[in-house]
Nanobody
Framework: QVRLVESGGGLVQAGGSRRLSCAVS????????MGWFRQGLGKEREFVVT????????QYADSVKGRFTISRDYAKNTLYLQMDNLKPEDTAIYYCAADDTWLPSTTWISYAYWGQGTQVTVSS
């Protein structure tokens, strides 16, 4: 059974940092590409970053490029999202997602597996 569990959300001041974790079971990073998505209140779910199962190639949304970093710990089977220089517009529920595609999509509907999400709130 596949399970993705996010943690690490919370309240942070603008300019601060936060690291999100996604503990993964039932699949591995060799079999599945991964992604982080977010959904603000009243907004559509949007792509943040993906990482390919094939070679670790990453894709970042322009809005987070240079501020967010995705990484994987194979030993712990855990996905991370390091978020630096946070802005109020980064406030959202953050979700990790997995799919067995070689080339991960930036479209959320393409992903088969999802976590429950973790709330990140950035105060100004």
């Amino acid at each position: 059974q596949v399970r993705l569990v996010e943690s690490g959300g919370g309240l942070v001041q603008a300019g601060g940092s936060r690291r999100l974790s996604c503990a993964v079971s039932g699949l591995t990073f060799n079999t599945h590409s991964m992604g982080w998505f977010r959904q603000g209140l009243g907004k559509e779910r949007e792509f943040v970053v993906t990482i390919s199962r094939a070679d670790g190639t990453t894709q970042y949304a322009d809005s987070v490029k240079g501020r967010f970093t995705i990484s994987r710990d194979y030993a712990k089977n855990t996905l991370y999202l390091q978020m630096d220089n946070l802005k109020p517009e980064d406030t959202a529920i953050y979700y990790c997602a997995a799919d067995d595609t070689w080339l991960p999509s930036t479209t959320w509907i393409s992903y088969a597996y999802w976590g429950q999400g973790t709330q990140v709130t950035v105060s100004s």
